[in-house]
């Protein structure tokens, strides 16, 4: 009988696994660079120390309509963004720290708090909105245009559905999101986010 060598026997390195811990790798990191950049856009909105990270709404969701929205949205003391309902009915929710969402629903929608994706405009209140604006336009990847008021509009190349305005002296930054990529730059930089409250 003849001898068996001890290379023979070795078991062979499977490039199978080697090759999925490089898979599994890649992912990881392009997790990493996701996260990054969607802390790039919590820190332009959420990046004063007193604001509470964990609001739950104070107000709403509930469909309202203009002179409400009006009505409550004044009780919060800072400067809120909207654009005119254009015959969509208006959602508004007020969170616990101050943050105003008010969603565009088709005419006629009487199901608030609802999940589907519909145009919103965000008003995030904090200490120097324009500053911070300034700062995410001078970021790699970001377009801006000035105001007619002296103030910035912002997007990201990464972020097509998002768009932020913050004006001279305004004490909140305005978000418009909406589900058609590029519409809510559009929105904002031909006009149709206006000031609801000073």
């Given at each position: 009988m003849s001898e068996v060598s001890q290379m023979d026997v070795a078991p062979r390195q499977d490039p199978g696994p080697q090759r999925r811990w490089k898979e599994a790798l890649a992912v990881i990191v392009g997790l990493g660079l996701a996260a990054i950049l969607g802390l790039?856009?919590?820190?332009?909105?959420?990046?004063?120390?007193?604001?509470?990270?964990?609001?739950?709404?104070?107000?709403?969701?509930?469909?309202?309509?203009?002179a409400t929205l009006r009505a409550e949205t004044a009780r919060v003391g800072h400067t809120v963004?909207?654009?005119?309902?254009?015959?969509r009915s208006l959602e508004l929710t007020i969170m616990s720290d101050g943050t105003v969402h008010v969603r565009y629903f088709p005419a006629g929608a009487d199901q608030p708090g609802s999940?589907?994706?519909?145009?919103?405009?965000?008003?995030?209140?904090?200490s120097d909105p324009l500053a911070r604006a300034q700062t995410s336009a001078a970021s790699e990847g970001a377009m801006s245009q000035e105001t007619a008021g002296g103030g910035?509009?912002?997007?990201?190349?990464?972020?097509?559905?998002?768009?932020?305005?913050?004006?001279?002296?305004?004490?909140?930054?305005?978000?418009?999101?909406?589900?058609?990529?590029?519409?809510?730059?559009?929105?904002?930089?031909g006009g149709k986010v206006t000031v609801l409250q000073p």
């Open positions: 790039g856009v919590w820190f332009l909105v959420r990046g004063d120390a007193s604001t509470d990270p964990v609001a739950t709404a104070s107000y709403g969701p509930v469909i309202v309509d203009e963004y909207w654009m005119p309902p254009e015959g999940q589907t994706p519909e145009t919103t405009v965000s008003s995030w209140p904090m910035l509009y912002v997007t990201g190349s990464d972020s097509p559905y998002n768009a932020y305005v913050a004006e001279p002296n305004a004490t909140a930054l305005g978000e418009v999101y909406d589900p058609t990529p590029g519409k809510a730059w559009r929105d904002l930089t």
